[in-house]
């Protein structure tokens, strides 16, 4: 039984992540000169025969299990290259993320694996989701020994689970250089803000912009839905972009200005006396004027002296993570 066949038979690769009883061991086709492995039924890796690119890229989807859009849009990308209809002019690795979250329609099991990485998943190795991290971070490793020199260029692509007055967004690690041509990508895919990191963290993007020659971004391309329900429309410059990107096709920026952000503060839940003393269902980005009570924590307040944005608020999640990111809009140029 030939993962290709059974992928080109549904149309997708979807149902094979979902169903747990599909197991694949590696293998490998050659189409049209172009050789793709499946290294295991969630990870693809793409070799052109005549590489026209100094860069490769690495497309992940789903490390947040519920977030379906974009596992959908990648889903799509490896039909269009399995049926000759796309060619990748430079080594692509795709990687579908936490298939057990995917199949329990949940963002985790037992933790966040977008802050396992940079070896963290040690601290919590009775997680599911530590292995994966671990099996991640060795494939990307592999596959960067494999492709040095090239320049990578890693999307980690993502929904997000509330509202958003930016409804598209890229988050740029600290150790990221960002380019020119990286911001008419996201023009191209008609991101609205660009939010630069200014401390390392654990996630996937910033695990891969540590490597030589590498260039990371987690993008928020919209809301979290249920497979088959997501809006295409929404996603389209999105999913044009991304295929662009990998058949060498010019990327045709909008002429639009983007938003710029910097993170100011994470704002971690050390315990369980953390509350918000602002809304946190609020959409993101939503404005704290300066010198609002933004937040409790053992019976201390907290506000700042300048206007500030909140990223990713969320005081459910477990003690010792972050609950939320302030921002600071810069002006642009
Ligand atoms: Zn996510």
């Known amino acids: 039984m030939s993962i290709f066949n059974e992928i080109r038979k ?33 990870i693809f890796k793409i070799t052109p025969q005549v590489i026209n690119k100094e860069e490769c890229f690495l497309y992940s989807c789903g490390i947040h299990g519920n977030e379906t859009a974009p596992i959908e849009i990648v889903s799509d990308i490896l039909i269009k290259i399995l049926n000759n209809k796309l060619h990748c002019q430079a080594p692509t690795l795709i990687i579908f993320g936490n298939l057990e979250a995917m199949r329990a329609q949940k963002r985790f099991i037992d933790f966040n694996l977008n802050r396992l990485f940079n070896k963290d998943y040690e601290k919590h190795i009775d997680a599911t989701e530590a292995k994966r991290a671990q099996e991640l971070e060795e494939v990307v490793f592999n596959f960067r020994e494999e492709t040095q020199p090239l320049t990578l260029l890693h999307l980690d692509l993502h929904t997000a689970i509330k509202g958003s007055k930016h409804k598209r967004f890229a988050i740029c690690p600290v150790a990221n250089t960002q380019t020119s041509e990286h911001i008419n990508i996201f023009k191209a895919m008609n991101l609205d803000a660009n939010i630069k990191k200014t401390t390392s963290s654990n996630t996937f993007s910033d695990f891969t912009s ?120 810069l002006e642009n140029l």
């Open 10 to 42: 549904r149309e997708s690769v979807i149902p094979l992540l979902l169903d747990e009883s599909f197991e694949s061991p590696s293998e490998s086709i050659t189409i049209n000169g172009q050789k793709v492995e499946a290294l295991s039924k969630s």
């Open 210 to 329: 540590n490597m030589k020659n590498s260039h990371s971004y987690t993008l928020e391309l919209g809301k979290v839905m249920p497979f088959g329900e997501n809006n295409h429309e929404d996603f389209f410059d999105s999913r044009k972009t991304l295929e662009d990107l990998l058949s060498g096709n010019e990327c045709k920026s909008k002429e639009k200005e983007l938003f710029n952000y910097i993170t100011s503060k994470k704002i971690v839940k050390e315990n369980d006396t953390f509350k918000y003393l602002v809304d946190e269902n609020d959409d993101n980005f939503f404005l704290i004027p300066k010198n609002t009570d933004i937040y409790e924590q053992d019976g201390q307040k907290v506000r700042y002296d300048k206007d500030t944005y909140m990223l990713f608020a969320n005081s459910s999640v477990k003690r010792g993570q972050w609950a939320g990111i302030l921002l600071e809009r």
